[in-house]
């Protein structure tokens, strides 16, 4: 059965309510709400490793740019089918990384901060992301310090929590407090394998506000003092093991009652079901070649 088969009783797309099958749910687990999200996605027509700017990549190793079109289309039909609306930026050719949308920016209110990247292999995917920002309505605020949008830019509530350390600058911190006029919390990021926040982080309760906002993460992706930080912050979070957040199971689309996760992240899962979350497993372990996974495909639109 396939994560996105109709007949599992744990899919239920545009529920607002948990799932039927309870049976691995804990009895104390708190009613979820799903709610409408509108995301950004780019078909990997042109999708191949060239290059290494991350652990994941070895250029070496043939991909299969077919492969990567079927598992991003299972992806695209799981958010379709949970009844969110998800529109398309065009492939260019030349820029296999472009089908990492988190990466091209990072909305609130119909503002888009665009994305300064920071290696030279994917700097014309900013402006590319910008436009399209801009023809479809969006306020676009262009970058004047180097950051990787949503890959290290992640809305909890009303706070931005913000990471640094081997991708985004902390100058780009202040940037994004001078732009939304919200409260930004700086997390760094100290081992490669995570090297965009949204590797190390999965945003469960983002609609909420802050009093039930919650997040999952595994702390060995940052340093002591952002590690305290979260425990103050969350200290009802989910703490991934490092074998889960190692395959990008954290990397990760929640709606508030179902969450997109990497299929093998099983532990995850687990925890999830054990918290009232509908999680539901995809196969994108090719575009994972290019360190990339659910979340990494996906960039929310708030108007």
């Given at each position: 059965m396939t994560a996105i088969d109709s007949t599992d009783a744990r899919f239920r797309p545009g529920s607002r309510e948990r799932a039927s099958d309870t049976s691995a749910?804990?009895?104390?687990?708190?009613?979820?709400?799903?709610?409408?999200?509108?995301?950004?996605?780019?078909?990997?027509?042109?999708?191949?490793?060239?290059?290494?700017?991350?652990?994941?990549?070895?250029?070496?190793?043939?991909?299969?740019?077919?492969?990567?079109?079927?598992?991003?289309?299972?992806?695209?039909?799981t958010f379709v089918r949970l009844g969110h609306d998800v529109h398309l930026i065009d492939p260019i050719p030349g820029l296999p990384d472009m089908v990492y949308t988190a990466n091209g920016g990072f909305i609130i209110d119909?503002?888009?901060?665009?994305?300064?990247?920071?290696?030279?292999?994917?700097?014309?995917?900013?402006?590319?992301?910008?436009?399209?920002?801009?023809?479809?309505?969006?306020?676009?605020?262009?970058?004047?310090?180097v950051n990787e949008g949503e890959g290290d830019i992640l809305l909890v509530g009303t706070r931005i929590l913000a990471g640094t350390g081997f991708r985004s600058s902390v100058?780009?911190?202040?940037?994004?407090?001078?732009?939304?006029?919200?409260?930004?919390?700086?997390?760094?990021?100290?081992?490669?394998r995570f090297y965009h926040l949204d590797t190390a982080i999965a945003v469960l309760d983002p609609l909420d506000g802050d009093e039930n906002a919650n997040i999952g993460y595994v702390p060995a992706a940052f340093d002591e003092a952002s590690r305290r930080k979260l425990e103050e912050l969350y200290p009802d979070a989910v703490i991934v093991s490092e074998e889960d957040a190692g395959i990008l199971g954290l990397n990760s689309i929640s709606d508030g009652y179902n969450?997109?996760?990497?299929?093998?992240?099983?532990?995850?899962?687990?925890?999830?079901?054990?918290?009232?979350y509908n999680p539901i497993g995809v196969d994108l372990s090719e575009l994972l070649r290019g360190g990339g996974g659910v979340k990494c495909c996906t960039l929310e639109l708030r108007r």
């Open positions: 749910e804990s009895d104390t687990a708190p009613r979820r709400v799903s709610s409408h999200r509108t995301y950004l996605m780019c078909r990997p027509e042109h999708f191949t490793v060239s290059y290494r700017i991350n652990p994941w990549m070895h250029p070496q190793e043939p991909t299969d740019t077919r492969k990567a079109v079927e598992q991003w289309t299972t992806l695209y039909e119909g503002v888009a901060y665009g994305a300064l990247f920071t290696y030279p292999q994917r700097a014309p995917e900013g402006p590319a992301f910008m436009e399209w920002f801009g023809q479809n309505g969006f306020r676009v605020v262009e970058p004047k310090q100058e780009s911190h202040r940037e994004l407090a001078e732009v939304f006029g919200r409260e930004v919390v700086t997390l760094k990021l100290v081992d490669p969450v997109v996760i990497a299929k093998r992240a099983v532990g995850f899962e687990k925890q999830l079901r054990e918290r009232g």
